[in-house]
């Protein structure tokens, strides 16, 4: 039997990178025909591919390293450096959002009235639901830590419930959002404002949805033994991404909501 | 901009909490979710609960300004006329709020 002479992980080949990419075009190529001849099998289909190759792909990965022990610190050290490479990359993507945002509110052009929120818009009031959905996630912040720590003490049932507890407040936030977007007086057609307030949001509420996604296979993991004291990094990295997540939201409820109201 | 006691209250228990939180193991982290987090949220729950109760229930009335209500391209759902989470109470299309009032 061949070995390996050191500690790093050489992937066998695999075709999830290439369905992926598949995937990718049919989905961003299927939205412009949707848009323009109104038929959504191509986008269907690149959907579908896209959600087959995330299961098959996160799948293998957990059965190499869990598994068949190809992660080692090293290649854990890979992981974490790519993990934070991938977040950095988000937030330069929610900075481009932020950007115009404050592009248009802090020089309101004429046609909206010269000023900010623009003549007709009623903005949310900050300190209803949005400061309530501000505390939902500052909660889900402590719960997270709070399995973090379960986990590196070997709390296994602790772990469970402040990971379910986690992934509730989660549920509860996309849930009091969504009510939020049906309530709210103003749509994403209410020229820049709405354009602004349902992209940003609407992005960050698609990240919740990940980061609670991301947050329920750990969960469904930790029930199934795979995370030790020691090595857990996949809870580690959807831990950083839900504070990821909740930072945003942050940003947004202070410019946005607040000072954007 | 008025703000209610209970936000003011909740806004005074985050500010407390970002000095009083420090690392220490899971029963510290246990004890913060269940004396500060979820309280949090519950007088939070409480004070978004009694606003909306302060709230009028009347439609605004509707003014067709041209920078609102955007319909340079149809939606691609529907007759195009409507937005993703459209409410026919709230939401009035570029002619003015659907049906009669209410």
């Not at chain 1, 066998?12 to 598949?22: E, I, K, N, Q, R």
């Not at chain 1, 481009?96 to 009235?113: N, R, V």
């Not at chain 1, 400061?131 to 997270?144: D, F, H, K, P, Y």
């Not at chain 1, 996949?234 to 950083?240: P, V």
Request: with cysteine; net charge negative.
């Amino acid at each position: 039997m061949a070995h390996q002479a050191h500690a790093y992980h050489m992937v066998d080949p695999s075709p999830w990178p290439l369905t992926g990419a598949v995937a990718a075009l049919l989905m961003t190529s299927g939205l412009a025909i949707w848009f323009h001849f109104h038929s959504t099998t191509l986008m269907g289909l690149g959907m579908a591919l896209l959600l087959l190759t995330m299961y098959q792909w996160w799948r293998d990965i957990i059965r190499e390293g869990t598994f068949q022990g190809h992660h080692t610190p090293p290649v854990q050290k890979g992981l974490r450096y790519g993990m934070i490479l991938f977040i950095t990359s988000e937030v330069f993507f929610f900075l481009g959002f932020f950007w115009a945002f404050y592009h248009s509110s802090l020089a309101p052009t004429p046609e909206l009235g010269g000023c900010w929120p623009p003549t007709g818009i009623t903005p949310l009031d900050p300190f209803e639901v949005p400061l309530l959905n501000t505390a939902v996630l500052l909660a889900s912040g402590v719960t997270v830590t709070w399995a973090h720590h379960s986990i590196m003490e070997g709390e296994r049932k602790q772990a469970i419930q402040s990971l379910a507890l986690t992934i509730l407040l989660g549920f509860y936030f996309t849930f009091l959002q969504a009510l939020e977007y049906y309530e709210a007086p103003f749509t994403i057609a209410d020229g820049v404002y709405g354009s602004t307030f349902f992209v940003a949001t609407g992005f960050h509420g698609l990240h919740v949805i990940i980061g609670s996604m991301f947050l329920a296979i750990c969960l469904l993991r930790q029930i199934q033994y795979h995370f030790t004291s020691e090595h857990h990094f996949g809870f580690e990295a959807a831990a950083w991404y839900w504070h990821f997540v909740d930072v945003v939201w942050l940003f947004l409820y202070i410019s946005i909501y607040w000072w954007g109201s | 901009m008025s703000v209610s006691p209970a936000a003011l209250v909740a806004r005074r228990v985050f500010a407390a909490a970002s000095h009083s939180s420090h690392e220490g193991g899971a029963r510290t982290w246990k004890i913060l979710t269940f004396v500060l987090a979820l309280p949090g949220v519950g007088v939070c729950m409480a004070n978004a609960y009694m606003k909306m109760q302060a709230h009028s229930h009347e439609q605004p009335e509707f003014v067709p300004f041209p920078h609102l209500r955007i319909r340079t391209k149809k939606f691609p759902w529907g007759d195009g006329n409507h937005s993703l989470f459209h409410n026919s109470h709230t939401n009035p299309l570029p002619d003015g709020f659907e049906g009669s009032h209410h």
